[in-house]
């Protein structure tokens, strides 16, 4: 394709000066590497989603989701990634920039999220056989200084892409009005952030599910030493109601477990470590586990789940879709950080409830320990982590087909 007045003018202003090289934080990974480019901070869950299901739906596959900023934590600390995904700084669009963050990477396949396009990046990527495809495209991503008064420079790069996918109405007629055909233009649902089912010993589930047969169980997932007494308060509080109520408590940051169990027995409940490989009996109140991969087991058990760190500033940082995607019903305070997003769209539906005290956690454990409360709440959190699944699938389709494909050119 000739390239416009208008591109071209770009890439000789930006060829200006000499462009700072990019650092990268880790080499590039062995075997095959999508790149993800998150242009909102916002969408950053839903981009890790989506990076997560593609490594879940390919074994050996890493990602990199490059973005503007580092996504940190609500204490300033980056967060750290996990297994598989590399979260890096975008470098910035000058060629040699370009080329030094294209030559580290040598990402197989691209998705482009939002809008916001870096010219010489694409050009760059698009040259070197790099399938490109672009989703969740919006409005806002196409209206910025450039585009609108160098239009021509998106005309030219829109077509590179093998798939564009908008999230509203309006922005298939922006991207129509830059040149590209209707029939290029998909539009879908925004990509939002799903969560992902955590793991479980099949085992251990039937094992604790028949120990606990016949009676109510709530999980505390989380929690701080600010916050034991709240949720032991509660828990005193719905035991008036529910003689065989179990908590199962999940201490984390600055409550270690053998100050939890002291505390709890101090206060007169009857308490078991789940870590010391015990199960409960008839006569256990709480059941203590300091161990993060038991988490998908105590979500599957418990119908409801108070999500620790949101009573407390600076340490709500557990996903609520995670809770949601297992079927349990979702309690939290005020202190979310950066899942708000997440736990206003579960409010919203009615699959979680915000709570300010011990008084409103009890009452609300009383209530939803109830099956047929925790159902309707389950099933409404349901609905929330399935919002997305069918443009998730788009894209897994999408990306495993052209990464098979690049495998057998190779």
């Known amino acids: 394709m000739a390239r416009s007045l208008g591109l071209s003018a770009y890439r000789a202003i930006a060829r200006r000066g000499e462009g700072v090289l990019p650092t990268p934080n880790s080499a590039r990974p062995h075997g095959e590497l999508l790149w993800i480019h998150c242009t909102e901070d916002d969408a950053f869950l839903a981009v890790k989603d989506l990076a997560l299901r593609q490594i879940s739906s390919r074994p050996g596959l890493n990602v990199l989701i490059t973005m503007a900023a580092l996504p940190r934590a609500d204490n300033g600390k980056c967060i750290a990634p996990p297994d598989g995904v590399f979260v890096e700084a975008i470098c910035e669009d000058h060629p040699a920039s370009v080329d030094a963050f294209l030559n580290h990477w040598a990402p197989d396949c691209c998705v482009w999220t939002g809008g916001w396009l870096h010219p010489n990046l694409i050009l760059a990527a698009d040259e070197r056989n790099c399938p490109l495809f672009l989703i969740n495209a919006d409005t806002s991503g196409f209206d910025g200084r450039r585009d609108r008064w160098l239009p021509d420079v998106a005309r030219n790069l829109l077509p590179m892409f093998a798939a564009v996918m908008v999230r509203t109405p309006a922005t298939a007629r922006r991207l129509?009005?830059?040149?590209?055909?209707?029939?290029?233009?998909?539009?879908?649902?925004?990509?939002?952030?799903?969560?992902?089912?955590?793991?479980?010993?099949?085992?251990?589930?039937?094992?604790?599910?028949?120990?606990?047969?016949?009676?109510?169980?709530?999980?505390?997932?989380?929690?701080?030493?600010?916050?034991?007494?709240?949720?032991?308060?509660?828990?005193?509080?719905?035991?008036?109601?529910?003689?065989?109520?179990?908590?199962?408590?999940?201490?984390?940051?600055?409550?270690?477990?053998?100050?939890?169990?002291?505390?709890?027995?101090?206060?007169?409940?009857?308490?078991?470590?789940?870590?010391?490989?015990?199960?409960?009996?008839?006569?256990?109140?709480?059941?203590?586990?300091?161990?993060?991969?038991?988490?998908?087991?105590?979500?599957?058990?418990?119908?409801?789940?108070?999500?620790?760190?949101?009573?407390?500033?600076?340490?709500?940082?557990?996903?609520?879709?995670?809770?949601?995607?297992?079927?349990?019903?979702?309690?939290?305070?005020?202190?979310?950080?950066?899942?708000?997003?997440?736990?206003?769209?579960?409010?919203?539906?009615?699959?979680?409830?915000?709570?300010?005290?011990?008084?409103?956690?009890?009452?609300?454990?009383?209530?939803?320990?109830a099956p047929d409360q925790a159902a309707l709440m389950a099933h409404a959190g349901w609905d929330v982590v399935s919002e997305g699944a069918a443009l998730m699938d788009r894209i897994t389709d999408l990306v495993q087909d052209t990464l098979d494909t690049q495998r057998g050119m190779n």
């Open 176 to 369: 129509n009005q830059l040149g590209l055909p209707k029939e290029d233009i998909e539009i879908t649902t925004a990509l939002q952030a799903s969560g992902q089912p955590l793991p479980c010993n099949e085992s251990d589930l039937a094992d604790l599910s028949a120990a606990c047969v016949g009676r109510a169980i709530w999980f505390a997932n989380g929690v701080h030493q600010e916050e034991l007494q709240t949720v032991l308060a509660a828990h005193r509080q719905a035991l008036r109601l529910s003689h065989r109520l179990l908590l199962i408590l999940r201490p984390t940051g600055n409550l270690a477990p053998k100050n939890a169990i002291s505390q709890i027995r101090n206060d007169g409940f009857r308490c078991m470590s789940w870590d010391d490989g015990n199960f409960p009996d008839e006569n256990t109140q709480v059941l203590i586990s300091e161990d993060p991969r038991e988490i998908g087991l105590f979500y599957r058990v418990a119908p409801v789940s108070f999500l620790g760190g949101s009573l407390v500033v600076g340490r709500g940082d557990i996903d609520p879709l995670e809770a949601a995607a297992l079927g349990s019903a979702v309690l939290y305070g005020p202190r979310v950080g950066r899942y708000l997003h997440s736990y206003s769209r579960l409010a919203s539906a009615g699959a979680a409830r915000i709570i300010n005290d011990s008084a409103a956690l009890g009452m609300a454990v009383t209530r939803l320990v």
